[in-house]
């Protein structure tokens, strides 16, 4: 069976779990690589503050690499990775390392 692609922001507004069906966000834009036609990067806003909290302020988002998407259909499915976030040792960078 083969399926008709779609556009690219049909991703937007789509809700994104984990592996383990944890809540992690909702797509709000997509980070394209346009010299090599493919997607980078997902940015999610509307964040599960369980998992973000103390990371992200509630007026921002994340940046996730694509790498980390397992599957796309009605919601996207990425690594459980995004659950074992923790701080930098450096406080003041305001990164978050996963």
């Known amino acids: 069976m083969e399926t008709t692609p779609e556009e690219i922001t049909a991703l937007v507004g789509r809700e994104v ?3 383990n ?3 992690v966000g ?3 834009d997509v980070r394209l690589d346009l010299d090599h036609q ?3 990067g997902l940015a999610l806003h ?3 503050s369980e998992l973000f909290s103390g990371y992200v302020g509630d ?3 994340v940046l996730i690499p694509y790498r980390w998407v397992r599957s796309v259909g009605d919601v996207v ?3 459980d990775i995004i ?3 923790r701080p930098r040792d450096d406080e003041e960078s305001g990164e978050v390392v996963v």
Do not use: D, K
């Open 17 to 19: 779990y984990s592996n």
């Open 21 to 23: 069906g944890v809540f």
């Open 26 to 28: 909702e797509i709000e």
């Open 38 to 40: 493919q997607v980078t």
């Open 46 to 48: 509307e964040l599960n």
């Open 59 to 61: 007026s921002h988002g």
């Open 77 to 79: 499915l990425i690594n």
């Open 83 to 85: 659950e074992r976030l």
